[in-house]
């Protein structure tokens, strides 16, 4: 990575996608696509690519503006932040989708796994390879991890879901290699339902991600929530699966806090990990917090976490709020970085 302040920002993947490009309104009704969703684009699919490039550039000069030291493409170009990656593997059949139930407790379409997972072609590579071309700050690029996959998919095949994690893992981590060769200074895995299914996680979580990071030379994160506070509701307080991430391979551990006022004394836990903690609530898609609010935030991660260690986030679910909500959270986040690194 090029050089970094100390406290660097960052998001943890997606921004708000503009009404020209997707219905919003659609967007926000419905839970996370599982299966593709093409219904939400607006820009009819000769022009979509072209569409998702011009949204992409406006996410990017967007965290440039609001100062984020470490920035994506905003994921602008997904249905949701996993059925990108999930739905190009071979092994799913996607015309004669299953069902499996959501983090809610809901029955959602889902992929269903009719043979061996592959991945048989690059999936993300161009959105990495355009981020890099259009922006000199450092890049992190996003796939969903492999036991959150196996969450949503009707295993038809395996019949036996560390299996499939297994296979899953296998295809992220050939497309992890890919983004490092793009051009992506990290590379994060998404692993909400760590937290949802965390009996399950206990039996066959780590080995899965483990396998996805296997041989990976770059800076890797794993990124774990309570899911959208948007869409989930009913939150825990506090994580039932994360001091065993300690145990990963993956360098950076990125977590919410804000929205649930999680006890961070959880961090001591995670042993040398850098963490990327999330200081900004993103359950209010109208305000914008005070720089005073996210300065103790920050603060109170600092009373666990050496600040060599920390890089600062909002919470995750970004695509949901309107554009200038959204803005106005990470600047806010970035002066708060700001004062209180001066403090330091």
């Given at each position: 990575m090029t050089d970094?302040?100390?406290?660097p920002t960052t998001v943890v993947g997606?921004?708000?996608?503009?009404e020209w490009l997707v219905d919003r309104q659609m967007l926000g009704s419905r839970l996370p696509p599982r299966v593709r969703a093409r219904e939400i684009w607006r820009v009819s699919a000769e022009l979509l690519e072209q569409a998702q490039d011009d949204a992409t550039v406006v996410a990017i000069r967007d965290m440039e503006r609001a100062g984020i030291d470490i920035i994506t493409d905003g994921e602008i170009?997904?249905?949701?932040?996993?059925?990108?990656?999930?739905?190009?593997?071979?092994?799913?059949?996607?015309d004669n989708p299953g069902t499996a139930l959501d983090r809610t407790g809901h029955a959602n379409p889902v992929p269903r796994v009719?043979?061996?997972?592959?991945?048989?072609?690059?999936?993300?590579?161009?959105?990495?390879e355009f981020l890099r071309v259009n922006t000199d700050r450092t890049i992190k690029a996003?796939?969903?991890g492999p036991f959150t996959m196996s969450q949503q998919a009707q295993d038809d095949?395996?019949?036996?879901?560390?299996?499939?994690a297994m296979a899953l893992a296998g295809a992220v981590n050939a497309e992890v290699r890919e983004l490092f060769a793009a051009g992506a200074d990290v590379v994060q895995l998404d692993e909400p339902y760590l937290q949802a299914r965390a009996e399950k996680a206990a039996r066959f979580a780590l080995p899965a991600i483990n396998r996805a990071l296997d041989g990976i030379k770059g800076t890797t994160a794993l990124h774990t929530c309570f899911g959208y506070a948007h869409i989930v509701h009913n939150r825990p307080k506090g994580y039932p699966f994360l001091e065993e991430l300690a145990d990963t391979k993956a360098e950076q551990i990125s977590l919410e806090s804000a929205q649930q006022n999680v006890d961070l004394g959880v961090l001591r836990s995670l042993g040398s990990k850098t963490l990327i903690v999330g200081v900004i609530d993103l359950?209010?898609?109208?305000?914008?917090e005070h720089e005073d609010v996210v300065v103790n935030r920050i603060k109170n991660a600092l009373r666990f976490v050496d600040p060599e260690r920390l890089i600062i986030g909002p919470d995750c679910?970004?695509?949901?709020?309107?554009?200038?909500?959204?803005?106005?959270?990470l600047s806010v986040m970035v002066r708060a970085a700001a004062s209180v690194r001066a403090g330091l």
């Open positions: 970094l302040p100390l406290l997606s921004y708000p996608q503009p170009r997904r249905e949701s932040y996993s059925n990108r990656f999930a739905t190009a593997l071979d092994g799913m059949d996607l009719v043979g061996p997972i592959r991945r048989t072609r690059p999936v993300e590579r161009r959105d990495v996003t796939l969903p095949y395996y019949h036996d879901e560390e299996a499939l359950a209010d898609n109208s305000a914008v679910g970004m695509k949901y709020l309107p554009r200038e909500t959204a803005f106005g959270k």
